[in-house]
Structures are given as C-alpha cells and as structure tokens.
C-alpha cells in the first residue's frame, strides 16, 4: 500500500465497498523477448485498478503512458461516478467499470488480463484470493497482508489458479536502488553495516492506517516496510535474529491503536547487522550500507522521483546521476513480461510472506523486550 505523503490514499468510500463486497542479490531492468510465432503484433497485458484512490489516480493511471508492454482497461470502484470520470480521461471503456458487488464478475470479461489491487491492507487478501479464483493474475500493493498466514493463502489460491502473483515492490525495479545493491555487494568492500531509515509525519488521525484492524499496525506495517526490505535486498539475505523498540507520543491522537515509531535491529547470518527506523512522528528517509572500504547511501531513498546516491571510497564523495523512469511503469511492464515469457516475478508473493514474517517477528519483540529468532 502506499507509505509516505507522496503516496498518501484517499478512500472516500471503502468501508461501504469493504462492507458490500466484504530480493534477489541483482536486480536488473528486465528486457523484452522476441515476439512468439502466432502472438498477436505488439501485445500489451490488460489491467484493472481496483480502487481509485490517490495513489491509482496519482501515480498508476499516468503510468501507463510510460509502459511498453502494459495497458490500462478496467476500473473497480465504489464510486462510479468518479470511475466514469478516469476512464473518460484515460480512454477505459464504461462497460469495464465494476464495483465490490459484481467484482467476481470480472471472470467473464476477455479484455483484463491482470488486477492491480490498490486498496487497504486488510482488503488485500480477499481481492486478491475472488481475482485469482476469476481468472485474473494479481499484482498487489504492499503490504501483501495484515498476516502471513493471509499471504500464505493468497499464495496458495493464486498457485491453484494457476495464476502469477507478484507484489508492487517499485524499488526492486528502480535504477538508484539497483545501483545501490550493486554496491552494497561488493562496491565498498565487504558489507558490515545496513543504516536504513524511513518516516513521514502523518496527517489526519481518523485516516484507516492508523485504526489497527485495518492497517494491522502502524508505521512499521506502511513506510517501515521500506527500510526491512532495503536491509534485506542491500544484504541479500534473510535475517536471522531481531531486536526492537516501540514509542508513541503520548496523549497523540493519531497513535490511540498503533505505533508510531519503532526502532529495529537485524542480524543476518554473513555477520551484517541493519539498524532500522520507521517512525510516522518524523520525515526522513535514507539507506546507507557501510562496508569496510567505504560507503554508499540513497537520501531520499524512497520518493517517486529526485532519488540521490551518494558513494564514499578512499576519501572522496561522489554522486552519480542516473536515468529516471516511472518506477511503477517500470513494475507493472516487468510483471507483463512474465505473463508474456510466462516467467516468475522478481517479487512473488513469496518476497511478501517473507515481509510479514519478519515484521511480525519484530512486533514480537518490541513487546516481549528480548530478542526473537528467525526460521532459517
């Protein structure tokens, strides 16, 4: 789901539509392969976006004019004038326009091939696992879910369906972050540290990510993804124990059900240790990985646009420029390309699970105060 101000939602009506309808080491812009004989001249996969809210409208929809292999043709909403209104300005035909109750329906329309699902956490399992038993392919916002046992069950469905599930981690597919896995691997000396940092001040209290039930947490479960997932790709590896601290301001309206920040600590099995921050109280966003000959560190790490990499050896400081792309035109053609080679995504929903397993792990142990093991 979406994690900082610049991703912010607005979901007007989701609860009547909830009501109704109840890292790999390297990681490379993927290319494209030759057409296949009897394919269709320049194929594009089909998407739906189910839920308008800002970040569909914002930063989805304009997507799509960037992507190669990736069209957009469906709209599920709970608001169908404003539905009528997007698909008006982008060109999606009415007769592709579903809401939570006739969602199901999808199953019968040729002209989607996958659903991008862009709504609250804990809407995510459900229209993922009625997407998946419709036919559909499923692309769905982080957090994959509220529970690992949620993810295991969309990953089950998605497997007995036969159909690809990949997670929109944006990041794995953004030139500054790849360049700074290469470097965190090998371009300043062995890896000893992951420095990772990621808040944002949130706004109205009455907002869904601050009521529990429905974002499962608090800023851990929303910007604080960012930071496990960037001592988990920087590392390129699965941590194997866990420290934690939580603090909320008191008397702070917004944090009545759920944290506002929490420090945390990983060990990986290589010996890397991650110091991790994700706080809604604050804005800042950074990830450093300091090795023995150096360091290099992406400040704002996180942002749609304006990413800057800074790299530390043998006493000077540089900061390459690199192209920048629409990361999330960049996703959603990557995951295209694997409906189209028939490939696996670089962020299955496997990456999500492991996500939910260690963030859980981490709950666990701000509560318990101790450290918590990790399965290998």
Known sequence: MSNAPWERLSRRKFLEASGAGLVTSRLAVPTVRAQGP????????????????RLAIGQLMPAFASCKHSTLAAFVSGDRDKALKYAAEYGVDPKNIYNYDNYDTIRDNPEVD??????PNFMHAEYTIRGAQAGKHILCEKPMANTPDDCREMIATCRKANRKLMIGYRLHYEPYTQRLIELAQGGVGQLKVVDASAAFNIGDPNQWR????EAGGGSLMDIGIYALQAARYLT???PSEVNAMEYSTAGDPRFKEVEETINFQLRFPSGVLANCVSSYGVSYNRFRAIGDEGWAELEPASAYHGLHLRVSREKSVDEPELP???QFAAEMDHFSECILNDTEPKTPGDEGLRDLVAMMAIYEAAKAQKTVTLAA
């Open 114 to 119: 996958v659903i991008y699902i862009v709504l």
């Open 236 to 238: 390129g590896e699965e």
């Open 324 to 326: 920048a792309i629409d």
């Open 38 to 53: 009897g394919e269709p001249s320049g194929r594009k996969i089909r998407y739906a976006l189910v839920g308008l809210g």
């Open 210 to 213: 601050l009521r529990r039930k």
